[in-house]
């Protein structure tokens, strides 16, 4: 994908603010820390578009980026983690819920894990959620060149597995190496137009 513009629209707390542009949307979701904004900045060939940090929790709000003025990238709260007062974990739970729930401009959501884990409550309820309503899902495992390629292959059929997935269904994606973006990217296009 040629990337012409990507340009940050605007951060939103609630329904009231998402944005009124009128272009197909696909979201980023995973755990604090899984590499959300790192994947989105290496698919649009940016270094800083979307602010990565080390420390997990800093994206509080769901950002939306407008790419080529023809589609929008969705960057999600992270989900897990539990250094924030509670009351915070269920006002992004909520918000977050509202917009997978009643976002019409929504053709899918990427959903990145980190290859050194394995899939935990909050992914099982994800994907089932997901499945339920009708969202398109595709799993990207993170961090992938942070792994023995024999780990690699190993960590992913054990996520697949867990998770009732073919192990073709799970993208290896390294945000260092590039790895796994051509094939993010051709589930992202399909999706915009329809295709999967």
Known sequence: MKIISAEFITSAAKQSQFPIENFPEIAFAGRSNAGKSSMINVLLNRRRLVKTSSTPGKTRLINFFLINKEFIFVDLP???YANVPKAVRIGWKETVETYLLNRALLKGVVL????????EK???DLIGWLKHFGIGCRLAVSKADKVSKSELIRQRSRIAEALLMEKEAVIPFSAKTRQ???AVWEWIKGRIHGAV
Do not use: A, K, L, Q
């Not at 990145?112 to 899939?119: N, Y």
């Open 112 to 119: 990145i894990m980190d290859i050194r884990r394995v899939p």
């Open 180 to 182: 796994g973006s051509d």
């Open 122 to 124: 909050e992914e099982h």
């Open 78 to 80: 992270g989900y897990g």
